[in-house]
C-alpha cells in the first residue's frame, strides 16, 4: 500500500491521452466510441482515486463514477443506435460519411 | 382651389393619366386603341387651354388693363424661411399662350402620328412617351419657380431622348438619343449651377419674386462678384447655357440636326415647336431680371442668337437631307425668337421685342410643325430623307404640297402669312436697337426665304424620280387633316392682336407697321424666292456653277462647318485621352485595385477560415483540447509561478 | 522499503492498463481494438478492487464488460466483413495529435508532479458496505443520491425509447431485422 496517489492519476493521464489520440485519428465510429470508452475511464479512476486518497471517510467520487458508467451505458447504446442506422443507410461507418447528413 | 387653376391642373394631369395608362398597360391595349387614348386625352387638354386662354386673355386676366399672374403652389422642400420649392401652377400670358401651343401642335401631332406610325412596332410605347414629353412641356411653362422649371426640364430632355431614340435598334438612332441627352444634360448642368448661384444670392426660387421691381431694387446692393463680373451675371449666364442647350444655340447646336433619327413626328412636336423653345420661354420667364439685373447677359443673348441665326441659316442651303434643312432652320428662327428678345426692353413699346420674340415662337410652332408635317409625309411615301431621291410631288401629293407651300411662305416671311407679321416684329425691334443685328437678320430672312423654296422645289417640283412600282400617294385623311388645319392655323395667327395680349409688362401698347422695315423684309424674303426659283424651279446649269465657284465654302456649309468634328476633337483627343484615360486608369488600377486587393484577401482569408468550420468533430476536439492546454498553460504560467 | 504484494499487482494493472490502451487506439482489426479495450476495462476493475471499491468493480465488470463491450462487439461484427482492416487516419494527421498528446501528457504530468499532494492511501480501508450504499442511493437527506439515481433511471428509459425509435425508423425501407 505505499503507490502515491500521483500514480494512479498518471495512469489515468495515459489512459485518458489515449482516448484522446483514438478520438481525433479514428475514422471507424464505434472505435471513436471505444476511445470515448477510454476517457471516461480515465475520468472514473480519478474520480475514485480522489475519494479514496483525500476523502476516505466520504462516497461521492464512487457515486460519481457509478452514474458516470450508468450515462455511458445510456449513451453507448444510443449511438451503437445511430451507428448501426448509418450502417444502413450508408453501408460504411466512417465519421467523413456523417459529414453529407449536413446537407 | 380657383376655377382656373383647376383647368390648368387637369390639362396637366390628362397627359399624366395617358403615360401612366399607356405606359403600364400599353402591351395590353391594340394599336388602335392608344391611338385613341392618347389623342382624345390630348384632344381635352387642347379644348381646355382654349377654355383657359379665353378665360384668361377675355376674362379675369386683365385688371386695370394689365394682365396679372394667377399663381397657385404648395410647399413641397423648404431650406429656409424664404428659400424654398414649391410645386404650383403660375398662370400668365405666356405660359397661357404656351399651353394654346403646345397642346395644340401635340394633338395635331398625336392625330398625325396614327397615320404615321401605324403599324410600327412599339406603337403604345411611342404614345406613351409622346404624352410623358407633353406633361413634362405643360409642367415646365406653368412652373411656378425655376426649381420646377428645372425638374420639368429635365423630364422634357428625358422624353427627347426617349423619342429620338424610339428606333432604338436603329444604330444612328441610339447614337443620336445619346449625343442630344449628353449634350442638353451638359448645358443644363450649367442651368443648375445658375440656380444654385442666383438662389443662393437671392434666397428664392420664385419667379413672381425675381421678377418684382420691389426685389429687384434690393438686389442692386448685393456686392458680390466673381472673376470681374457679378454673381448675377454669371449666373443668368450660367442659366442662359441650359437654355442655350435647349434651344440650340452655336455651339451647343450640336443635338438638334441629329436628333431628326426620331420619328418625324417627334421632330415636329419637340425640335420644332416647343421642346426646342424652352430656351427661348426660360429668357422671356425670366426677361424683367435679365433686363434690370444684367442686360449685358441680354446683349450677349442677341449676338449669340444673330450668329446662330446666321450660321443656321447658310447651313441649311447647303444640306440635301430634307429634315436636316428644316431643322437648321428651326435652329435658325429660334435664334430670330432669342435676338429678338436680346434686344428687347422693358414696358411698353419698348418692350417690342419681347412681344414679337413670343408672337415668332407662336407663328412658328404652327408652321414649323406643319413644314415637318408635310415632310413627314412626304418621307412616309418616299421612304427616304434624301432630296435627291424627290421631284415633282406635287402631282401625287396635292395637299402636302399645298400645305407645305403656305408654310414656306410664311417662314419666308411674305404677308399675310403668319411668319410675316413676326418677323417684321422682330425686324423692327431689332432695328430699333441695333442696326448691326438688323441687317444681320434681314440678311438671314432672305436666306430663309432661299433655302425654303429650294427645299420646296427639290421635293415638288423637278423631274420624276424613279419612285420604282411604288408610286408616291397622297397620305391618309389622319395626316392630311393636321397639316389643313396647322396651314389654316398658319393663314390666320398673323392677324391676332398680339401686342394686346402678349407684353412685357402686361400692358397692352399699339404697334404701327413701319414700313421702313416691312418693305425691305418682303423684298429679302421675294428675292431669296426669286432666286431659289430660278435655280431650282426646272433643271439648271446653274447651281452647279455656284457651289464649284465657292467649293470650299459650299463643303464646309454642307459639313456644317465642322462643328461636329471639333467637337469630335475636343472630347475624342483632348478629353478623353488626356484627361480621362488617365483618371480610368488611375481609377481601374489604384482605386479599383485597392478594393480588389481588400476582397482578395478577405475571400483568401474565409478560405482558410471556412476550413475551420468543417463539421468534423474530430477536428474540434483537436482544437479544443489544444486550447485546453495552452489556456491552462498560461493560467498556471501567470497565476502559480 | 518492501515491497507489498498489492503494490505488485498495481504495477501490473497499470502496465496492462497503459499497453492496452495504446493498443486500442492503435490496432488496425477493429476487434483486436475491443478485445484490448476489454483488457483496459477488466485492469480498471481491478485497480477498483486495488482501492477497496469492490462494488464500484462489480459494476464495472457487469456493466462496462457485460454490457457495453458485449454490445460494442455485437455492433463491429454486425458492420464489419471478416479481417477488414481499418481506414486509418494519414501520417501527417496521426503525427500531430500524437505531438499534441505527448505534450499535453507530459504537461498534465509536470503539473501533477508539481501541484498534488502527495498523500498515501489511507491504511486498513474498509470496503464500502451494500447497505451504505443502498441507502445513499436511495436516501434524500446529505450526502445522499435519490435524485440522479431517478433522473439516470429516466435518461435510461429515454434511451430504451430512443434506441428503439431509431433502430425502427427506416424499417418500411428495408424491413431488416437487427
Not at chain 2, 484 to 489: D, G, Q, T
Request: charged share 10%.
Amino acid at each position: 500500500m505505499n503507490i502515491p496517489m500521483s500514480f494512479y492519476i498518471i495512469l489515468s493521464l495515459i489512459m485518458f491521452f489515449c482516448g484522446i489520440y483514438g478520438f481525433i485519428t479514428r475514422k471507424n465510429l464505434i472505435a471513436m466510441l471505444m476511445s470515448l470508452e477510454l476517457i471516461l475511464n480515465a475520468v472514473n479512476i480519478n474520480f475514485a482515486v480522489f475519494n479514496r486518497f483525500l476523502f476516505p471517510g466520504q462516497m461521492e467520487g464512487m457515486f460519481f463514477t457509478l452514474f458516470i458508467i450508468g450515462v455511458a451505458a445510456a449513451e453507448t447504446a444510443l449511438a451503437i443506435a445511430i451507428i448501426i442506422n448509418v450502417f444502413r443507410s450508408a453501408d460504411k461507418i466512417e465519421a467523413d460519411e456523417l459529414k453529407k447528413m449536413k446537407y | 382651389m380657383d376655377t382656373n387653376l383647376l383647368i390648368a391642373l387637369i390639362i396637366l394631369l390628362i397627359p399624366a393619366f395617358n403615360f401612366l395608362l399607356l405606359g403600364l398597360c400599353g402591351v395590353k391595349l391594340s394599336h388602335k386603341a392608344a391611338g385613341i387614348i392618347g389623342t382624345t386625352g390630348l384632344g381635352i387638354a387642347t379644348i381646355l387651354s382654349y377654355v383657359s386662354a379665353f378665360n384668361y386673355f377675355l376674362g379675369y386676366g386683365k385688371v386695370d388693363g394689365v394682365y396679372k399672374a394667377l399663381s397657385g403652389s404648395f410647399q413641397w422642400l423648404a431650406f429656409s424661411d424664404t428659400l424654398h420649392i414649391d410645386l404650383g401652377l403660375y398662370l400668365d400670358p405666356i405660359s397661357i399662350m404656351m399651353l394654346v401651343v403646345i397642346s395644340t401642335v401635340s394633338f395635331m401631332v398625336h392625330l398625325y402620328s396614327n397615320g404615321y406610325m401605324h403599324g410600327e412596332r412599339g406603337f403604345q410605347r411611342y404614345y406613351a412617351f409622346l404624352s410623358l414629353f407633353t406633361f413634362s412641356m405643360l409642367g415646365l411653362v406653368v412652373a411656378t419657380n425655376i426649381f420646377q422649371m428645372y425638374i420639368f426640364w429635365e423630364l422634357v430632355g428625358v422624353s427627347s431622348y426617349l423619342l429620338i431614340g424610339f428606333y432604338y435598334t436603329k444604330a444612328s438612332a441610339v447614337l443620336a438619343a445619346k449625343k442630344a441627352f449628353i449634350v442638353t444634360r451638359f448645358a443644363d448642368l450649367g442651368m443648375l449651377l445658375g440656380i444654385l448661384v442666383l438662389s443662393y444670392y437671392t434666397d428664392t426660387f420664385d419667379f413672381d419674386i425675381l421678377n418684382s421691381t420691389g426685389f429687384q431694387e434690393g438686389l442692386k446692393s448685393v456686392g458680390a462678384t466673381f472673376m470681374g463680373a457679378s454673381v448675377f451675371t454669371w449666373a443668368t449666364a450660367l442659366i442662359f447655357i441650359g437654355g442655350a442647350g435647349k434651344s440650340a444655340m452655336l455651339p451647343l447646336h450640336i443635338w438638334l440636326p441629329d436628333a431628326m433619327e426620331g420619328p418625324t413626328p417627334v421632330s415636329a412636336l419637340i425640335h420644332a415647336a416647343t421642346m426646342v423653345v424652352a430656351g427661348v420661354y426660360l429668357v422671356a420667364r425670366l426677361f424683367p431680371f435679365y433686363f434690370n439685373i444684367t442686360p449685358e447677359v441680354l446683349t450677349g443673348i442677341a449676338y449669340i442668337g444673330a450668329l446662330t441665326s446666321l450660321y443656321a441659316a447658310v447651313v441649311a442651303c447647303a444640306q440635301t437631307d430634307i429634315k436636316r434643312v428644316l431643322a437648321f432652320s428651326t435652329i435658325s428662327q429660334i435664334a430670330y425668337m432669342m435676338v429678338a428678345l436680346g434686344v428687347s426692353k422693358l414696358g411698353g413699346h419698348d418692350g417690342l421685342g419681347y412681344m414679337a420674340s413670343m408672337f415668332h415662337l407662336f407663328t412658328h410652332a404652327f408652321f414649323k410643325a406643319c413644314l415637318f408635317l408635310c415632310a413627314g409625309a412626304v418621307i412616309h411615301t418616299i421612304g427616304s430623307n434624301e432630296m435627291d431621291k424627290m421631284g415633282n410631288l406635287r402631282k401625287y401629293m396635292p395637299i402636302t404640297h399645298i400645305t407645305f407651300l403656305i408654310a414656306c411662305l410664311a417662314i419666308a416671311g411674305i404677308p399675310p402669312f403668319s411668319g410675316f407679321f413676326s418677323k417684321d416684329e422682330i425686324l423692327v425691334a431689332a432695328f430699333e436697337d441695333d442696326k448691326i443685328l438688323f441687317f444681320c437678320q434681314w440678311f438671314v430672312a432672305g436666306l430663309t426665304a432661299f433655302y425654303m423654296f429650294r427645299l420646296y422645289y427639290g421635293i415638288f417640283w423637278g423631274e420624276n424620280k424613279n419612285y420604282g412600282e411604288h408610286t408616291p400617294h397622297e397620305a391618309p385623311l389622319n395626316m392630311t387633316l393636321p397639316l389643313i388645319i396647322l396651314a389654316a392655323l398658319t393663314c390666320v395667327t398673323g392677324f391676332l392682336p398680339f401686342s394686346e395680349l402678349v407684353t412685357s409688362d402686361g400692358a397692352a401698347f399699339e404697334i404701327h407697321t413701319e414700313w421702313i422695315v416691312a418693305i425691305p423684309s418682303v423684298l429679302v424674303g421675294v428675292c431669296g424666292i426669286a432666286v431659289a426659283t430660278l435655280m431650282y424651279k426646272s433643271k439648271s446649269t446653274v447651281p452647279d456653277k455656284i457651289t464649284n465657284s465657292i467649293k470650299g465654302f459650299y463643303v464646309a456649309a454642307k459639313n456644317r462647318f465642322y462643328f461636329d468634328e471639333v467637337y469630335m476633337f475636343v472630347t475624342k483627343k483632348i478629353i478623353f485621352k488626356a484627361i480621362c484615360a488617365p483618371i480610368a486608369w488611375f481609377d481601374r488600377h489604384i482605386i479599383d485595385g485597392f478594393m480588389d486587393f481588400q476582397a482578395w484577401w478577405s475571400n483568401a482569408l474565409s478560405y482558410r477560415i471556412r476550413g475551420f468550420q468543417s463539421g468534423s468533430l474530430q477536428t474540434y476536439i483537436g482544437v479544443f483540447i489544444t486550447s485546453i492546454l495552452v489556456i491552462s498553460a498560461i493560467i498556471i504560467a501567470y497565476v502559480f509561478i | 522499503m518492501d515491497i507489498a504484494a498489492s503494490d505488485i499487482i498495481f504495477y501490473i494493472l497499470a502496465f496492462v492498463i497503459a499497453v492496452s490502451s495504446v493498443l486500442t487506439v492503435t490496432s488496425k482489426k477493429l476487434l483486436h481494438s475491443a478485445v484490448y479495450l476489454l483488457f483496459t476495462l477488466l485492469a480498471t476493475a481491478g485497480i477498483y478492487f486495488e482501492l477497496n471499491y469492490h462494488f464500484l468493480a462489480a459494476v464495472q465488470i457487469s456493466v462496462y464488460i457485460g454490457g457495453i463491450l458485449v454490445l460494442l462487439v455485437f455492433s463491429i461484427v454486425l458492420t464489419s466483413k471478416v479481417g477488414e482492416k481499418m481506414d486509418t487516419a494519414s501520417v501527417c494527421k496521426a503525427a500531430i495529435t500524437a505531438l499534441l498528446v505527448i505534450l499535453g501528457a507530459l504537461f498534465c504530468g509536470y503539473i501533477i508532479n508539481t501541484y498534488l499532494p502527495d498523500v498515501k492511501m489511507a491504511p486498513a480501508q474498509q470496503e464500502v458496505d451494500m447497505n451504505t450504499i443502498g441507502n445513499s442511493l436511495l436516501g434524500t437527506g446529505r450526502f445522499e443520491y435519490i435524485l440522479p439515481f431517478e433522473a439516470i433511471s429516466v435518461l435510461l428509459l429515454a434511451c430504451i425509447i430512443g434506441g428503439i425509435l431509431i433502430a425502427k425508423n427506416n424499417k418500411k425501407k428495408e424491413g431488416e431485422e437487427e
